[in-house]
């Protein structure tokens, strides 16, 4: 028997199995559609839904696809469904290519139009002005540290978090042409710089530049102009800017992630897995910081972040960014809220929303 003769069967299988699945998606996206038609102006996403059915189809999932697997088809499938009701358009900054841009389809998918922006205030200008529906920004990166201009605009926007997305930053050297020979400048952002120091140290000649610049995309654009200089950006910067990948995942600490909020108009409601993140600034006294953090202790609620910062206004010294896990709606997050209420100077809740599934 051929070999063609030995896939035959499978193939047979594949297309009736493929015809079905077609079948079945577009019976999806009929549901999809009636209820676009029923929400009419209403919000259309929503992720605790989309959190749930992620879960559930990672929940059921008997493999031999992962789960990881399975919960990119049905992102992908969500997306499009979604799509059908009323696109959606997604703030980022950008340029085309950064880390933003993947962070944003990877909680959106690709059926969503991503919005590049020219700065992070921007990003949020466009939501707040109803140009955009959501805005993605990065919030922390493992190990570059918070991300201060998302942090102070938190402080002040009226947006409210809907969701968070965790992204394994992989740095890639890129250049237009396929050799290491006479690299005379990097350039990338001065975070990814940092990043990938002694993979640099190591692999490139001490003379050689290295130039920070606005983004990873922005060094990708400059590199593709230059034949003399590399990029250090992602892999969506190099099929963007279309750059030969020269050395893959050069960044110094592999387990390196960033952490991104998406941010839109709307209140989340509860998905039963859920975060909340708060802003609070507490009196200028001793102990002021342990008081604060007494009801959380109280109520047993877990604090998953607990970040301080210099307060821009002057009114209070510091105000420190907090995520705890649970919705604002659930009783034992409530009773530490209403009792951090009573010990702040200031109190914001940014907003509760899905803890990441992908
Ligand atoms: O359940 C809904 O509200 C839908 O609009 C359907 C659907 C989906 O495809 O499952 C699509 C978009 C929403 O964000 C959530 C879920």
């Known amino acids: 028997m051929s070999d063609n003769d030995k896939l035959k069967p499978h193939r047979d299988a594949i297309d009736q199995i493929d015809s079905e699945i077609l079948r079945l998606l577009n019976q999806r996206a009929s549901h999809a559609q009636a209820i676009g038609t029923l929400k009419g102006e209403g919000i259309v996403y929503r992720p605790e839904r989309e959190a749930i059915v992620l879960r559930r189809i990672q929940e059921q999932n008997p493999g031999p696809l992962s789960s990881q697997a399975v919960a990119r088809l049905q992102r992908a499938i969500m997306s499009e469904c979604l799509a059908l009701e009323r696109p959606l358009t997604i703030a980022y900054l950008g340029p085309q290519g950064t880390f933003t841009q993947q962070a944003a389809i990877k909680h959106f998918g690709q059926a969503a139009q991503t919005q590049p922006c020219t700065s992070i205030d921007e990003g949020f200008r466009l939501v707040e002005a109803q140009q955009a529906d959501y805005v993605v920004t990065p919030i922390e990166n493992s190990t570059e540290g918070s991300v201060g201009r998302s942090l102070d605009l938190l402080v002040t926007t009226p947006l409210k978090a809907c969701g968070e997305v965790n992204l394994r ?106 975060k909340t993140s708060l802003i609070v600034a507490a009196p200028n006294k001793a102990g002021a910081v342990h008081d604060l953090l007494q009801p959380f202790a109280d109520h047993h609620v877990s604090m998953t972040k607990l970040e301080s910062r210099p307060s821009r206004g002057g009114l209070w010294e510091y105000v420190f960014f907090i995520d705890i896990e649970g919705h604002q709606q659930d009783a034992d997050v409530a009773a530490a809220l209403t009792a951090l209420q009573q010990r702040s100077a200031f109190l914001k809740i940014i907003g509760s929303y899905p803890q990441a599934v992908i």
């Open 169 to 274: 930053i992989h740095h890639q050297l890129l250049r237009i042409i396929d050799s290491t020979e006479n690299i005379t400048k990097v350039y990338a952002h001065a975070q990814a710089l940092a990043q990938c120091r002694s993979w640099l140290d190591k692999n490139l000649p001490e003379q050689t530049a290295r130039i920070a610049v606005a983004s990873n995309a922005e060094a990708a654009r400059l590199a593709a102009a230059d034949s003399s200089a590399a990029a250090i950006a992602s892999l969506m910067a190099a099929d963007h800017y279309q750059l030969r990948i020269l050395a893959q995942n050069i960044e110094d600490e592999p387990n390196n992630t960033t952490r991104f909020l998406v941010l839109g108009r709307n209140v989340t409601t509860s998905s039963g897995r859920d």
